[in-house]
């Protein structure tokens, strides 16, 4: 007797279906590739040579600004409970910043005069009106410190010897400019965020003035 149905198996039989999924991806690839990322040179020590950038240098200026709770609070040295704008640590920060660059100048000077660095505090004030999440407001700052490290090359005397004192600041050459904020916010001592910037931005002028060739 015919079932009904029509084929064998009934109106129920399971059938083949073609695959749509897409085929399983292994991770290796990703797992290299952010290795890749974490993979960096071996930080140099304190005693490396100016020539050559140093992290534990850099990590001197990190440890400098960013001393202290992060409360606001202190007696004024460099990073004594943060770096909130209008704080005592702020202003001691650009104090410090200020003197990093004299240093930096020194430096210079005693590794042949080639580059001539100039460090300028200037007091800015001003306003912008912004918009964040949905809400307007403006942002005003009065008076604030911005530090500003400038090295170019210097130009011989008529002795071929080079001096700060003789530099030529509007040479006509390609600029690179490295910035960093130096304050911290509020109940942080702001190391990563940005004096970690900031100390990078100055050790790195170091082989500048001691391993470029002046031109």
Not at 89 to 96: M, Q
Request: aromatic share 6%; proline share 8%; glycine share 12%.
């Amino acid at each position: 007797e015919k079932k009904k149905g029509g084929r064998a198996g009934g109106p129920h039989a399971t059938r083949p279906v073609p695959s749509t999924s897409t085929p399983h991806t292994s991770p290796p690839q990703v797992s290299v590739s952010y290795a890749s990322l974490l993979a960096g040179p071996t930080p140099l020590p304190a005693t490396a040579p100016p020539s050559s950038f140093s992290e534990a240098r850099a990590a001197v200026h990190v440890a400098a600004l960013a001393a202290g709770d992060g409360k606001g609070g202190g007696d004024g040295a460099a990073g004594s409970g943060g770096r909130q704008v209008g704080t005592p640590g702020a202003a001691a920060a650009a104090l410090y910043l200020h003197a990093a660059g004299d240093a930096l100048g020194a430096a210079a000077d005693a590794a042949g005069g080639h580059y001539a660095v100039e460090t300028v505090t200037q007091h800015v004030s001003g306003s912008v009106d912004m918009r964040f999440l949905g809400i307007d407001f403006a942002n005003t700052w009065h008076a604030i410190p911005n530090v500003a490290i400038k090295i170019t090359p210097s130009r011989p005397s008529t002795d071929g010897q080079f001096s700060s004192d003789n530099a030529s600041l509007h040479v006509s050459v390609p600029a690179l400019l490295l910035g960093a904020h130096y304050d911290s916010t509020v109940g942080s001592p702001g190391a990563s965020d940005a004096a970690a910037c900031v100390a990078v931005a100055l050790e790195a002028f170091f082989p500048i003035i001691h391993l470029f060739q002046h031109r």
